[in-house]
Nanobody, 127 residues
Framework: QVHLVESGGGLVQAGGSLRLSCAVS????????MGWFRQARGKGRQFVAA????????DYGDSVKGRFTISRNNAENTVHLQMNSLTPDDTAVYYC????????????????????WGQGTQVTVSS
């Protein structure tokens, strides 16, 4: 059974940083693209960041470019999201997601491309 478990969320003041982690089990991690999405209250799920199976390619949503960094550790089956210069607009539930990949160096940036999802972790940024 596939499990994606996010951690690292919490309450932080504007301008602060958080590092989210997603621990993955039940699949061959290196065969999967990984992504982070977020959903603010009353809004749809928004793309945040994505990373290829090897980590060589990454992509970011426009609102987080230059502030967030996605990374992965294929030996530990984890993906991380380093979030800096946080603003209240970053307040949301953050989800990690996995999509099977056949070794091509691509990323996936839409909700519908992903097969497996975590339960999410709340990030709240106070002004």
């Amino acid at each position: 059974q596939v499990h994606l478990v996010e951690s690292g969320g919490g309450l932080v003041q504007a301008g602060g940083s958080l590092r989210l982690s997603c621990a993955v089990s039940g699949l061959t991690f290196r065969n999967y693209l990984m992504g982070w999405f977020r959903q603010a209250r009353g809004k749809g799920r928004q793309f945040v960041a994505a990373i290829s199976w090897s980590g060589m390619r990454t992509d970011y949503g426009d609102s987080v470019k230059g502030r967030f960094t996605i990374s992965r550790n294929n030996a530990e089956n984890t993906v991380h999201l380093q979030m800096n210069s946080l603003t209240p607009d970053d307040t949301a539930v953050y989800y990690c997601a996995a999509r099977w990949n056949n070794g091509v160096q691509v990323v996936a940036t839409t909700v519908n491309e992903y097969e497996h999802w975590g339960q999410g972790t709340q990030v709240t940024v106070s002004s």
